[in-house]
């Protein structure tokens, strides 16, 4: 969860340069692809850009997925066979490149950030950028995540597949996918809250200010990817691009609707975050006191007490009739067990009135 | 009272999946129907959809009231027979939908939320969504909520129903019904205001804290409910739509104005809580110097004369002259006392003009 | 000084009902009347709903004021004779509008708020509905406030009433009146942030944090009344209804501008209550810090020192020569006084450097 | 420095009327007087009307510089001769008016905020007002402060005057002077933060406090002169008035950019303020941990250690031998010391080990 | 890193006065000069404005770079010749300008802030002008740092240098390189900030709130430096100007793009140290509790044992039988030390509850 990506490497390119920017990953990576009619639907991976490059020119919709940016061959030639600007391309293999939509020529490009939490419980987002044409989509992703699996199963599924026949709307459910994510991010924040909430009405510790101020951190990491959301997908709904059909567009409008619904919850989290530190220093605040309260009544019940016994433990000259006289009383301890009594009574009784008891 | 609603048998479903997402419901809905003319008027209950889908289409006005969505079956068909989009349907049933006012075709959809508080005090929303015609109004509740009886009472007894024989006026009652209820709980909350206020000012007490923190978060989830409100019904309010007479917008402009002015309250009422809990915090860091300042004095006072006394208690060899020669003295003693007034109202004397007593 | 008045009696009515909705008053309610033209006033009071409806067809200017709006009848008869939407008779007998400029037909109506304190210092709120078509000008308030007073004399002592011969005038002079005495009300509030100020450079109490507290609350208050008025006056002044001559919109840009610099006066009076409050805080903070300082060396102090005392009074068996040989000594007691003078002295020369005295 | 001035006298006044508001001031006022042309120019001082009033008509530019408005027959005098509204002129006489630009007929008027610091260092601003026709400026200052004396200057100086033989550009040369004024004002500001920020981080003291809510007041102070001079440079800049020429436009774009800069800065430093008293509280907190760290270390170790002593100095009938028998040890004291020492050095590792030391 | 630039000498100057105003420098500037065509390229310096104001004239492009301002002769000549507004040429040598996009007859002129960290660590801004027009690029360094030396790599590798060959695109390419740079300084602040946590979350230090503050403090500086960006660039790239090629704009909404990302980022990092600090006075607040308890609990156990051992060390005259009993049991010693034990033991036991344990 780093807020400012290392981009050190970058500095000094060119701009429109296609160089991978992120967490440093090897190997070959094989594209999914599905090819599908209405009716019929093709499924096969492969690594070869000679076999990818033929999509995307029949009758049929060409998905290709990119489970991963870093072979910048291949993704440039899949730049170069698709004609994506260089700027885009260099935005699809910068991992920390900002969410936007983009159009240029005869394709739309959608970059998208995912969040979601490793097992471990850390959160991390990815970026996915979804370029699509007239009859071909390509995604791309950092890793092989499989939140994109969803939609590939409802492809293969809904036949006849009617609403899939557009690339736009293809797009769009990528976009939808993705952006229902988030929704179950925030629900884990919203459960983490309540959590403490509870607890801290119990008995507020200190690691629960740790874990505070990692919700707020958290916060701080969803928010910058959620914000720039809303104008991306807003500039996509209100595109007035060929490539949009009218039919996907109630759709787009919808998921627009959920961007919102998302800031709106990410800002109410933060707010309750917020809350939940104030809550945190008003307890300790309050905790001191009662903490102060004890010592103060045991100090001013007892030193004086003690200044008392001291006195009587005074060695003056008891041959002087005036010296220490009480030490030859007969009751005297009495008396000083009463007069122990009467002021620290006395000052029990001054705290009762003071409600610290 | 919660802010994120579960979700997750959403992710995952294909957009427009009209299915029920909220708090586990049963059994059959039964519709309350009324139809109505300028002087004539019937009224009804029934589950079947055969029976409903009849309505709407003679002269007379139908009111159609469904309350609660998890019957499937019966939004669909409701949905076929008076032309809903499948996205409007989806947000119907889906009980954690955002406020907003749709169009689409012969009919116009707003979505609402209802506060209300239930009988144990918690504050709960409930999602009402009005759907109507030309000669049709659907409202779906989410359970069987009161807050429209009163509209049903005044459209049985304005005859001459004038007024109501516009679907749109009657959309717009159920609307104001709606958003006048926000009042209610605003009052209520600043009812409460008031009260831990008072009690803030005579003698704050740890609870308050737990009070303050709970009008907070019911705050953020009031203002989470009421600001998507202003876009919904100002939409509403500024549609060419020709369901939509001119005879019904200057109402439309009193309802937009009610909505701006729970937004003012919203706000006021989270500037004045956020207040309370400052109130708060100063009234415990005084009470706590308070604590600090009885403490303070006496321990300075008594710990000196402790000291004082630990001296004459002493065991020095009093064969020496210079050894503890006070103890030797006849009025030695009250030397002693007068030592102890001198630096004990010495101290007091500093105490007092330092204002601290 | 309530921020939600209490409105139970208006849930469930139809919009558009005439229901006064405000603090409970009765007995009749005698309307001011004042009919001029350029060169003669006649001046008379009325509660005959007759007598009021003749005004307004002639060529004087009428102007009729009502210091109360719970004669329902006789607001509801003005309204019908004058031409007022139902709406705006609601807003107009209820207490608890939101300050608003609205148009319609032969009229404009202008809802403002009059603020003022009670001569016992509580700042109130009234309201004052100020409609005017295009020879008359009718103002309603709450109670016989004077404000309008000064308007009443101006109208009484200008001769030739060139200006005042347009009833859009006489309403703009209604409006200055009421923005002109929030001056009053804010000067007053600057007035005691000033004191409270000074008081805390002073010496600060718990009362102040009382009267920061109530300050804030007074400054919620204004606000909340002051920030529709921009709406509603803007809305005046840009109006393009025929009953606007152009000679008096350069007043009502004025006008504007004395609103909008009410307001930048709030916020900025916002600010410096807030400022008092950290202020206040602060010197807490302060104070406390200085108790402690004072507990602390004290404490430091005097605590070893009981304990050396203590040493000495100790009862160890002195015929051994390792017990205690101290005790012994001839100058044993100017020993210890040494000690104690060092180990003090050092203390403080030491609380000395840290800069604590 | 008040935030809000006192203007009772004015409440109850007609609208437009020409009344001097602001402190009180007496005497005759002198105009100073500047006519030129591109090669001539007369400098004089008038207090007659008559001499001023015969200014303006000729091909010369004539710039009328008042330094005072409570000569109301003057200003009123100047008014009526070119032909300023009445409203104008009661802007220029109350010298609580809001920093504007007005524009009427044949001339454009722009109120202006001059903030300086007095010689004693305090915030002070004065109203300056610029109105100009076609081929005279007037500016009305509150008092004889020397701003415009540069411009005075520059215009004696700069031959041949081709630039300031426009009016506009005349007008524009003192409003950018009196912008150009605020830059000393922040820096004086910011000056002052360092220097508070050097010294609280090497001992804040309570002195620091107050100054930096001086600075805080001082900032609201200059923000409520600040912001709404945006709005009236701005309109300045985009006026579409023949008194403007082309010339002179790219001079007000800059004066705008530097009124924009001024605005940043006030933000900035409001910010830094803010920060200060962060800084402030934190360092005060701090500083209370340490205290506290010694009263609790001095408390902690001595006490405990007077509690042993004491127990020795008990007076058990020692002939039992059950009774203290340590005092009968031979190396009983060197035993106790012993103890001491281990008490004493176990409490301060542990101390140690809290990192408190 | 001065918030405020002292510019003095600037105060009553003639608007458009071409000053340097910034820190002293002195010596004869080099111009660095770049001459190129598709395939050729010529490097040289000169101090001398004769060759300097030759180019731009032929078919091939030249960059001037003028890596300092203080030449105030050379500065003019080569306004004069290139056609520079008196007024951008003031804010080319005004060192304290702000970032902005200005266009005039035949150039286009961009004033951008280079944020840098000298060796030494602190935070520095300096000032780079870009004027070009058709043929020619001029930059105006403060100093001569090496940022746009990658340009300069690039424009002499690229062969051939198609892109290069119009002046907006070499011009967006500086401005690129400076805008890159930002993200080095934020990313040096987001390590620092995960510094700071990891630090705090350990072991919370005096220092670190010197750090945070200063932290905040650099925030502040480059928030005043990026905002004005974003309009500045915004400029750039939606002007309508002839010197703007279509195959420049794609480039310029992509640094468009950076810059918002920039402005994201510093929000987001403003937020996390305002989080710092929050979370440093939490920990202090927490350690305050947790010193105050280890005091409380010592102070609560042994200031009663103190006063119990004090009560058997005092000198009643144990012959009457009442006084001081106690001290002749034979197993008194063993009481006393039951009754410390029942003591401190309750009282622990009692903390031990209260979770202060």
Known sequence: MRLVKHSRTKIGMKPGAVVYVGEERQGPVLADVIDYTVDQLSEWQSGSLDKLTELGSSDSISWINLPGVHDIELVSGLGERFGLHQLILEDIVNCSSRPKYEEGGESACLILKMLYRTTSGELKNEQISVVFGKQWVISFQETKLDVLEHVRERVRKSIPRKRF???????YSLADAIVDHYFLVLEHVSERVEEIEDKLISHPEREDLEQIYALKREMAFIRKAVWPLREAIGAFERTENDLLNDGTRPYLRDLYEHVIQVIDTVETLRDMVSGLLDFYLSSVSNKMNEVMKVLTIMASVFIPLGFLAGVYG?????NSPFNL?????KYGYFLFWGLVLAVGGGQLWMFKRKRWL
């Open 165 to 171: 026949m557009t690339a736009d709307y293809l797009a």
């Open 314 to 318: 005074m060695n003056f000259d008891t």
């Open 325 to 329: 006289p009480e030490l030859g009383f």
